[in-house]
C-alpha cells in the first residue's frame, strides 16, 4: 500500500510517543493564584458565584498560600476587600489596610517560596466602585489616578509585594508608578502591567468576591472587546513605559490577542483566566456536562498554547496537584 504517504498519526500512536513530541507544557510553575483577603473575618466565607473560591481571614489566607507553595505554583497574586471605602480609595495606601498587611504576612509566610503579588487598583477601595477618582462631572481623572496609583504602589512595595499588577488600565501608569518607586529606592520591584485589559461581560462573579460598590461601567478605559489592534498598541506601550511583564485579560476569549502579543514584545506575557471563564466550567461540570479535571487543565493548556508565559487562575493550587500526581 502507497496510499496515503504521509501518515501524521505515526506522532499520536502512544502515550509515550505524544508526551515526547508535545509542543506546549503545563507545569505548575507557570500557575499564579489570586486570593481575595476580607477584613474583619475570623474564617473564610465562600463566594456562591465561584464554587470553591473564597474571600479569606488573614489566618485562612496564610493557611492557603502556604498550601500553594508545597504545590509548587509560581506565585499568588492579592486583592484586599475593605471594612470601609470612601471617593478617594484612602484604605489602599495605608500601611495598616488590609491588602498591605496581607502582603507583609504572606510575604513572611512564604515569600521564599513563591512569588506575592499585589493588585493595584482602587476599585476594591472606592466608595462609587470605579478604578480611579472621579472628576467633577463623574468621570475617572486619568492624572490624578495616577497619583493615588504611585501613593498605593509606594505602600505595597514598602509591605514586601515582590509584584505590583498594574490594573487600573489608566493613561501612562506603567511609567509614573516606575518612576514613583525608582525615586524611593525600590528599583527591584517588579511591575505587572495590564496591557490588554478588556471591558469583558465575564467579570461578573470577581464583582461579587470584592463586593463591588460599581454604577455603570469601566467602558471608558478598559478595551473594546471589538478591539485587537488596539489590544496590541497597548502592549507595546507598556513594554515601552518600563513593565517587566504584560498581561491578557480575559484569557479564554482572547487568545487571538493573546498571540499577537506575544509575537510583538520581548518580555514575558502573561494572561487572567477571570471568574466568569472560571464559572462557566464550574456550572458545566457540576451538571455533569464535561469533565471537570479534564476540561480545566485543557483551558490552561490553550491559553499557554497562544502564548501565555503564566496563567492567573482560580484553579491554580488544584491545577498544580494534579500535574503533580
Known sequence: MSFPEIRPRRLRQSLAVRNLVRETSLEARHLVLP???REGLNEAVPISSM?????HSMESLRRAAVEAAETGVGGVMLFGVPATRDAIGSGADDP???LNLAAAALVEEVGDALVVQTDLCLDEFTDHGHC???AADGSVDNDATLQRYVSMALAQA?????LLGLS?????QVAAIRQGLDREGFTDTLLLGYAAKYASA????FREAVDSQLQGDRRTYQLDPGN???GLREALIDEAEGADIVMVKPAMGFLDVLREVRDAVHIPVWAYQISGEYAMIEAAAANGWIDREAAVLESLLSIRRAGADAVLTYWATEAAQWLRD
Open 35 to 37: 486570593m481575595f483577603v
Open 132 to 134: 480611579g477618582v472621579l
Open 51 to 55: 464554587p470553591g473560591v473564597v474571600q
Open 168 to 172: 487600573g488600565m489608566m493613561d501612562g
Open 96 to 98: 495598616n489596610g488590609i
Open 228 to 230: 485587537r489592534r488596539e
Open 158 to 162: 514598602r509591605a514586601g509585594s515582590r
Open 202 to 205: 465575564f467579570y461578573g462573579p
